[in-house]
């Protein structure tokens, strides 16, 4: 019997391993928690149109992903954000043109791996709890009770506080994701009927609750009435305010905005937070992805490198390369 390998997670990780072993001749089946692939780089999709809640951007540095943002872009996928940059900090806001190229999925960030993910067999709203082996092969058993398999290999794309739990199999390998710390980020929109006399599209913050903040229809292809921004809390504030209120952060965020954005800011007439409690891992690693070739099992994410959409791509090819050595 030839049965196939189960990738967990439908973020970019998953999604680039599963393109590779696809183009290998392999078959697979994914799985995911939400409705819909992405992860992280999903979009929101509300009455201020669509909205990029996780990441914001991407750069791509290593040669084999740049190549792969090449082909993206001359599909229609991705295209390259140009914003007026500014750094915010002691109260002051000062422009800060440089020469990264920045790229956004074209016309919202979920449309990379909605292209990517394509026609392969996958499996949405579905939590999977647990990863055991049998005599040879793997199954999976989700939330609902429902069991699924059998397969050859599986490997774990999640968060790494989700994937250590889904690794217990590799007590080494659970270990290991177990130790990764990641930091939570209070993500808001706000959207204003009339845009926003200011020229800042985008805006690196320090020495305040917010870190980050993006005009959305400042990217390629948004489509959109209202004049939406997007701000990001920084990893301490949303650690010390976790548990707050949704309505509670969007006023203390709106306040910090306000503050800094250096124009008259109307009361928003859309509103909205998100908490993404895995959202950054807290430091960089270098192992490319996890691997216990025996047992077939494997791990990726961008927490196995370096914390961003890069980073995951390249993780989720490592994990692929890892899995079809060992097959030879
Ligand atoms: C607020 C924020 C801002 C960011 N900004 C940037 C940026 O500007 N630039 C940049 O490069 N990166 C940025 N990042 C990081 C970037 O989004 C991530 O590095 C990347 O998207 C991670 O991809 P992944 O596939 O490793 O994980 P994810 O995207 O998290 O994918 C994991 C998938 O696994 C699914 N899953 C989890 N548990 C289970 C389970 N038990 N069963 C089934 N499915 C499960 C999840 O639903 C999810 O779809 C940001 C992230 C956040 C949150």
Same mark, same amino acid.
């Given at each position: 019997m030839n049965a196939p390998i189960a990738i967990i997670g439908t973020g970019i990780a998953g999604l680039s391993a599963a393109q590779a072993l696809h183009a290998a001749g392999q078959d697979i089946e994914l799985f995911d928690k939400s409705r819909g692939s992405g992860g992280r780089m999903a979009s929101k999709r509300s009455d201020a149109g669509s909205?990029?809640?996780?990441?914001q951007y991407f750069t791509a540095r290593d040669r084999r992903f740049v190549e792969v943002v090449q082909q993206w872009q001359a599909r229609g996928w991705v295209a390259e954000w140009q914003p007026s940059l500014y750094n915010a900090q002691d109260g002051q806001l000062s422009a800060s043109p440089d020469e990264q190229l920045r790229w956004v999925g074209s /016309?919202?960030?979920?449309a990379i791996t909605r292209a990517m993910l394509g026609a392969l067999p996958v499996k949405f709203s579905c939590r999977i709890t647990e990863v055991f082996r049998g005599d040879r092969y793997w199954s999976l058993l989700d939330a609902e009770g429902n069991s699924h398999g059998p397969y050859s290999h599986v490997i774990v794309a999640t968060p790494a506080p989700q994937a250590s739990a889904l690794l217990a199999a590799a007590p080494k390998l659970a270990g290991t994701a177990a130790s990764v710390i990641m930091d939570p980020t209070w993500a808001v929109a706000l959207g204003f009927d009339s845009p926003l006399d200011t020229r800042v599209e985008g805006c690196f913050v320090q020495d305040s609750p917010l870190d980050w903040l993006a005009?959305?229809?400042?990217? /390629?292809?948004r489509d959109t009435h209202l004049d939406t921004w997007v701000l990001h809390a920084s990893s301490v504030w949303s650690r010390q305010n976790l548990d707050l209120p949704k309505e509670a952060v969007i006023e203390q965020l709106h306040g910090a905005f306000a503050e800094l954005i250096g124009c008259a800011v109307p009361p928003p007439s859309f509103t909205l937070a998100h908490r993404w409690l895995y959202a950054r891992p807290a430091q960089a690693h270098q192992w490319g992805a996890l691997a216990d070739a025996d047992l077939g099992l494997y791990a990726c994410g961008d927490w196995c490198l370096s914390g961003r959409v890069e980073g995951a791509w390249l993780s989720g090819q490592d994990a692929a390369r890892r899995l079809l050595e060992h097959l030879q």
């Open positions: 909205l990029d809640l996780g990441a /016309p919202r960030m979920s005009r959305n229809p400042s990217k /390629p292809g």
